[in-house]
């Protein structure tokens, strides 16, 4: 790739009377070619080359994913090149960051827990898991696990 110099050149002037000079700045385009590739690595470099800007990436756990009735679970989620996390739960559980562990507020249905995070680059990462009860049983006749 070729590209020319630029530089600036100020000549004085002499008007044909004496009494009046001037400065005259003009743009002189030089014939010199430039066989130098010159480029600002964001993310840096290796073997001259720009490194892409690094993928980012969502980790998100709730542990257990069965609970019996009225109990809690933990959610954890952590993150590398994101900006900002949303962590939501169906039952009403809210949190934000890009790295945290929460205990979850009693679990009485089915719960789904969503994490939504922006990365560096724009892209949004979602992911998700169902908590389920732990079935129970009631034997009417009896009044067993009712």
């Excluded at 530089?7 to 066989?35: G, I, M, R």
């Excluded at 890009?98 to 724009?122: E, F, L, P, V, W």
Aim: charged share 5%.
């Amino acid at each position: 790739m070729e590209s020319a110099q630029l530089n600036v050149v100020a000549v004085q002037a002499t008007h044909a009377s004496p009494e009046q000079t001037w400065l005259v700045e003009q743009l002189v385009t030089l014939p010199q070619c430039v066989n130098q590739k010159v480029q600002t690595c964001t993310y840096g470099c290796s073997v001259g080359q720009c490194l892409p800007q690094p993928t980012p990436n969502l980790t998100f756990t709730v542990t257990p994913l069965l609970v019996a009735k009225n109990g809690t679970l933990q959610v954890t989620w952590s993150t590398a090149n994101v900006t900002s996390c949303n962590i939501t739960g169906t039952n009403g559980d809210s949190w934000t960051g890009t790295n945290g562990t929460q205990t979850s507020a009693h679990i009485t249905s089915q719960t789904i827990y969503t994490a939504r995070c922006i990365a560096n680059d724009g892209s949004i990462l979602t992911k998700s898991a169902t908590v389920n009860l732990i079935p129970t049983f009631c034997e009417p006749a009896t009044g067993v696990g009712c």
